[in-house]
């Protein structure tokens, strides 16, 4: 079970992220509408649990405990939150540019 996750984080994985974004380029260069937010959104839904499908069930055959926190304090609500606030900054700062919200042009200069 573990070569299969290794397998999905060190192939799939960045062979599926390439071919999307060889098919983004070539749907801006070609004048093609991009795909819905709610389409990306649901494709990185479905990723993201796959991932962690492979995740528990490696850990299972492992024998590790992967949810299992000892004692949850105040520096691991703090981690959480700095983690959170860095994902949704990290999306404020590069959605506009990759997903224009008005559908025609980027806001951002390049």
Same mark, same amino acid.
Not at 40 to 48: A, D, K, M, P, V
Not at 92 to 105: D, E, H, Y
């Given at each position: 079970?573990?070569?299969?996750?290794?397998?999905?984080? *060190?192939?799939? @994985?960045? +062979? %599926?992220?390439?071919?999307?974004? $060889? #098919?983004?380029?070539? !749907? =801006?260069?070609? /004048?093609?509408?991009?795909?819905?937010?709610?389409?990306?959104? *649901?494709?990185? @839904?479905? +990723? %993201?649990?796959?991932?962690?499908? $492979? #995740?528990?069930?490696? !850990? =299972?055959?492992? /024998?590790?405990?992967?949810?299992?926190?000892?004692?949850?304090?105040?520096?691991?609500?703090?981690?959480?939150?700095?983690?959170?606030?860095? #994902?949704?900054?990290?999306?404020?700062?590069?959605?506009?540019?990759?997903?224009?919200?008005?559908?025609?042009?980027?806001?951002?200069?390049?």
């Amino acid at each position: 079970m573990r070569y299969a996750f290794l397998a999905w984080i *060190l192939f799939v @994985l960045p +062979l %599926l992220a390439w071919r999307s974004a $060889l #098919s983004m380029r070539e !749907a =801006r260069a070609g /004048g093609e509408p991009l795909p819905a937010r709610a389409q990306i959104y *649901l494709g990185t @839904l479905i +990723l %993201l649990g796959a991932l962690l499908l $492979l #995740s528990w069930l490696t !850990a =299972r055959v492992e /024998g590790v405990a992967l949810f299992q926190v000892p004692a949850f304090g105040g520096r691991e609500a703090l981690a959480g939150a700095l983690a959170l606030a860095g #994902s949704f900054g990290l999306r404020a700062w590069r959605a506009p540019c990759t997903l224009p919200r008005s559908g025609g042009n980027c806001r951002c200069a390049r």
